[in-house]
C-alpha cells in the first residue's frame, strides 16, 4: 500500500470530544482513496508476525473429543438447520460442545507451500490472522462432567482453557432470568493482530471477524438444537469482568483482549423467541446480565497468564485505542425478547426433517469445506433461482413473511440496518448491472432519498414475493466493481459482487457510539450467511475488505454520510491455487475426517 503518512499519531485535525464524532472521524479518516489508503505501516514485519493463538500459560486445558463426521453428534442435512423445529435438540455434554466448537470456531485444515504452513479455521478471517477469542461460561449440570466456570477455547488443541472456577450456584443466580438449559459464550478481539498488517483500518476488520463468528457461532448451535441470541443490552463493563479481559495482572506485557459481546445458548426443545424492544414481562427473556451478580462470580480462583503474541509493535496506532474507547457500551439497555412455550416435535418428525432427503449435503460437510476464494474463473454464472434464495437467506422477514425470524437472524435482537448494492456481472436470466437489496421495505424511501433519484427502482424481473430487489442501472458493470475494490479482479470475474452500505449516522446519533462496531458485525454475519450458501450453490465466496469508499458511494451519488459502504463480497466459481497442499485440521494431534 502506498500510505504518505505512515505514522500513527499524526494528527490529521483537531480530535473531536463527542464519542459519536470521534467514531465518525474515525471512518472517514480510515477510508480508502483512489490517491492514498488509509494509514499501515507500508510493509510487512515478518519478524512480528502475530501469534495466531493465544493460550493462557497455566490454565488446565481440558481436551475435546475429536469427533469423525460419522459419530455422534450426527450433522443435520444442511437445509434443515434454517427450518424452525426440524433439527432435534441436543444435550450439553462433553461431546456435544466439542461438535459446537469444532464448528464454529476449530480450525478447518491446514495449507501447505514448501515447508511453510499455516491453519486455517471454521470461522473466516480478514487476511486469516483471526483476532477473535473464544469463551464459554459453563454452569454446573448433569450429564456435563467439568467444573462450572469461564473457559478459554484453544482452536488448535481443541480444547477448553479453565480460566476460572466459579460457584456453580452464582452462575445458577446469573442465569435465573434465562431459559432453563442456558449457558454463555463470550467473543473478544485482539485488535493487534489486524493492526500488524492492516494499520488504523484494522478496527473495522476485527469487528468484520466478530460478524463472522457470531454467524459461525450461531449456525454451530443450530446443528444440535440450540438456540441462540447476544445479550447484547450488556453493558461492556459486565462483559469484561465476566470474561477476565481486564484483569490486567493476567495479561502483563502480552496483547489485550477487547470485550465484544456475550450470548445465551441453549437447548431448544422448551422455548422459541421472536425479537423485541418492547418491556420486559413475565413472558420476556432480558438481554442483559445483572452486573452485581457478576461481580460476586468473579471472585472464584483464576487460572494462566496471556502468552504475548508479538515481540515487538514497532508502530502503535493509538486511533485504535481511541475508537474502542469511544464506542464502549458504558450502560445496561432494556433489551429484550419474548419468548413462548414450544410444542415437542414427534419422533417421526424428527426423523423425516432431521434426515431429509440423502442427496441432501450436511451442514457439517458444507462448514467444514468453506473456504475463502482467493480468484474467480470469470466464466461461471449461476441461475437466477439460486440468486434469489441467497438474497433470502439474508433478510430477516421480520414482520413480513413469518413471526420468527430464521436462523441465524433470531441471535440478532435488531432490525436490519445494512442494505446490499449488487453489482451482477453472470446471474442466468438477469441483465447485468446494478441492484440494490433493501433488507427492510420499511427504509426503502429513506435510502430512495439518500442516492441518485434518477436510478430505476424497479422490482428485478422474476424477484419473490417479499424480497425486495431493485434494478438499478443497466449495463456491463465489471470493470467498475474491480475498480473500487482496490483494483481486485475478484471483484468482477465472479458471477456477481456487492457491497454492504449501512445507514450509518440515523443509527449512530439514534442509538450512540456503541453501535457503530455492530453495524460491521452485521455485515460480518451477512457475509458468513453467503460464505456457507455459496458452498451449498457449488460456487465459492470471499470478503472484500480493501475498496475505495468514497467511489462506491459516487456510483449511486451517496453525497453525505447517512449511508456508508462497510463491507464488500463476491460470489463466483474458484480458481483454485494448484501449488497448495491441504492438510486435515487436527493432523497434527488426530485427524478430522
Known amino acids: 500500500m502506498d500510505n504518505k503518512n505512515p505514522n500513527p499519531n499524526t494528527a490529521t485535525g483537531s480530535t473531536p470530544t463527542d464519542p459519536i464524532d470521534q467514531v465518525i472521524n474515525y471512518h472517514i479518516q480510515t477510508k480508502h482513496h483512489f490517491n492514498r489508503y488509509a494509514r499501515s505501516l507500508g510493509y510487512l514485519d515478518w519478524a512480528n508476525q502475530p501469534d495466531p493463538f493465544r493460550r493462557f500459560e497455566g490454565a488446565p486445558l481440558i481436551s475435546l473429543p475429536l469427533l469423525n463426521s460419522d459419530e455422534e453428534p450426527l450433522s443435520p442435512a444442511y437445509a434443515a438447520i434454517y427450518e424452525r423445529g426440524a433439527v432435534s435438540s441436543q444435550p450439553v455434554n462433553v461431546r456435544t460442545l466439542s461438535r459446537f466448537f469444532e464448528f464454529a470456531l476449530a480450525l478447518s485444515a491446514w495449507k501447505k507451500a514448501g515447508e511453510s504452513e499455516w491453519a486455517l479455521r471454521m470461522n473466516p478471517s480478514s487476511g486469516n490472522l483471526h483476532p477473535t477469542e473464544g469463551y464459554v461460561i459453563l454452569p454446573t449440570r448433569d450429564g456435563l462432567d467439568l467444573t462450572p466456570g469461564l473457559y478459554h477455547y484453544a482452536p488448535k488443541e481443541h480444547g477448553l482453557e479453565l480460566r476460572a472456577e466459579l460457584s456453580g450456584d452464582h452462575i445458577a443466580r446469573l442465569l435465573t432470568p434465562l431459559p432453563a438449559g442456558t449457558f454463555l459464550f463470550g467473543l473478544t478481539s485482539v485488535h493487534w493482530r489486524e493492526a500488524w498488517k492492516y494499520g488504523e483500518r484494522a478496527f473495522r476488520y476485527c469487528n468484520h471477524d466478530v460478524g463472522h463468528a457470531i454467524g459461525s457461532v450461531r449456525i454451530a448451535a443450530a446443528t444440535l438444537g440450540w438456540n441462540m441470541v447476544l445479550?447484547?443490552?450488556?453493558?461492556?463493563?459486565?462483559?469484561?469482568?465476566?470474561?477476565?479481559?481486564?484483569?490486567?495482572?493476567?495479561?502483563?506485557?502480552?496483547?489485550?483482549?477487547?470485550?465484544?459481546?456475550?450470548?445465551?445458548?441453549w437447548p431448544s426443545e422448551s422455548v422459541k423467541c421472536e425479537a423485541s424492544f418492547v418491556k420486559r414481562e413475565h413472558s420476556e427473556m432480558p438481554l442483559f446480565l445483572e452486573k452485581a451478580i457478576v461481580k460476586e462470580l468473579i471472585g472464584g480462583i483464576w487460572h494462566g497468564k496471556a502468552n504475548r503474541l508479538s515481540q515487538e509493535h514497532g508502530v502503535h496506532w493509538d486511533i485504535i485505542d481511541e475508537t474502542a474507547a469511544a464506542v464502549w457500551k458504558a450502560q445496561t439497555t432494556n433489551l429484550t425478547i419474548s419468548v413462548h412455550d414450544d410444542s415437542p416435535l414427534s419422533s417421526d418428525t424428527l426423523h423425516v426433517s432431521r434426515f431429509?432427503?440423502?442427496?441432501?449435503?450436511?451442514?457439517?460437510?458444507?462448514?467444514?469445506?468453506?473456504?475463502?476464494?482467493?480468484?474467480?474463473?470469470?466464466?461461471?454464472?449461476?441461475?437466477?433461482?439460486?440468486?434469489?434464495?441467497?438474497?433470502?437467506?439474508?433478510?430477516?422477514?421480520?414482520?413480513?413473511?413469518?413471526?420468527?425470524?430464521?436462523?441465524?437472524?433470531?441471535?440478532?435482537?435488531?432490525?436490519?440496518?445494512?442494505?446490499?448494492?449488487?453489482?451482477?456481472?453472470?446471474?442466468?436470466?438477469?441483465?447485468?448491472?446494478?441492484?440494490?437489496?433493501?433488507?427492510?421495505?420499511?427504509?426503502?424511501?429513506?435510502?430512495?432519498?439518500?442516492?441518485?433519484?434518477?436510478?430505476?427502482?424497479?422490482?428485478?424481473?422474476?424477484?419473490?414475493?417479499?424480497?425486495?430487489?431493485?434494478w438499478l442501472l443497466e449495463g456491463d458493470a465489471k470493470r467498475l466493481a474491480v475498480q473500487v475494490s482496490c483494483h481486485q479482479d475478484i471483484a468482477g470475474d465472479?458471477?456477481?459482487?456487492?457491497?454492504?452500505?449501512?445507514?450509518?449516522?440515523?443509527?449512530?446519533?439514534?442509538?450512540?457510539?456503541?453501535?457503530?462496531?455492530?453495524?460491521?458485525?452485521?455485515?460480518?454475519?451477512?457475509?458468513?450467511?453467503?460464505?456457507?450458501?455459496?458452498?451449498?450453490?457449488?460456487?465459492?465466496?470471499?470478503?472484500?475488505?480493501?475498496?475505495?469508499?468514497?467511489?462506491?458511494?459516487?456510483?449511486?451519488?451517496?453525497?453525505?454520510?447517512?449511508?456508508?459502504?462497510?463491507?464488500?463480497?463476491?460470489?463466483?466459481?474458484?480458481?483454485?491455487?494448484?501449488?497448495?497442499?491441504?492438510?486435515?485440521?487436527?493432523?497434527?494431534?488426530?485427524?478430522?475426517?
Open 231 to 265: 445479550l447484547d443490552g450488556t453493558d461492556q463493563s459486565t462483559i469484561a469482568m465476566l470474561l477476565g479481559t481486564g484483569r490486567k495482572g493476567d495479561f502483563g506485557e502480552a496483547e489485550p483482549e477487547h470485550p465484544d459481546c456475550l450470548a445465551a445458548i
Open 356 to 470: 431429509m432427503d440423502d442427496a441432501d449435503p450436511s451442514a457439517g460437510h458444507i462448514i467444514r469445506q468453506r473456504r475463502s476464494a482467493v480468484a474467480f474463473d470469470g466464466k461461471t454464472s449461476i441461475s437466477a433461482s439460486i440468486f434469489f434464495h441467497m438474497m433470502q437467506r439474508v433478510v430477516p422477514y421480520a414482520e413480513r413473511i413469518q413471526v420468527e425470524r430464521p436462523v441465524p437472524w433470531d441471535a440478532w435482537p435488531y432490525d436490519p440496518a445494512i442494505h446490499l448494492l449488487i453489482f451482477v456481472h453472470r446471474v442466468d436470466g438477469l441483465r447485468p448491472g446494478l441492484y440494490c437489496l433493501v433488507r427492510d421495505q420499511k427504509r426503502l424511501s429513506f435510502i430512495q432519498q439518500a442516492m441518485n433519484p434518477e436510478l430505476n427502482w424497479t422490482i428485478a424481473p422474476g424477484c419473490p414475493d417479499g424480497l425486495s430487489l431493485y
Open 494 to 593: 465472479s458471477a456477481f459482487s456487492f457491497g454492504m452500505v449501512a445507514e450509518f449516522e440515523r443509527i449512530l446519533r439514534e442509538r450512540g457510539s456503541w453501535w457503530y462496531p455492530r453495524m460491521f458485525w452485521e455485515a460480518g454475519l451477512l457475509g458468513q450467511v453467503l460464505y456457507l450458501e455459496a458452498e451449498a450453490a457449488g460456487v465459492r465466496a470471499t470478503g472484500i475488505g480493501c475498496f475505495f469508499d468514497d467511489a462506491v458511494h459516487d456510483i449511486v451519488e451517496i453525497k453525505s454520510i447517512a449511508l456508508q459502504s462497510l463491507y464488500h463480497f463476491t460470489i463466483g466459481g474458484p480458481v483454485e491455487d494448484q501449488r497448495l497442499q491441504t492438510l486435515p485440521p487436527y493432523h497434527h494431534v488426530k485427524g478430522i475426517s
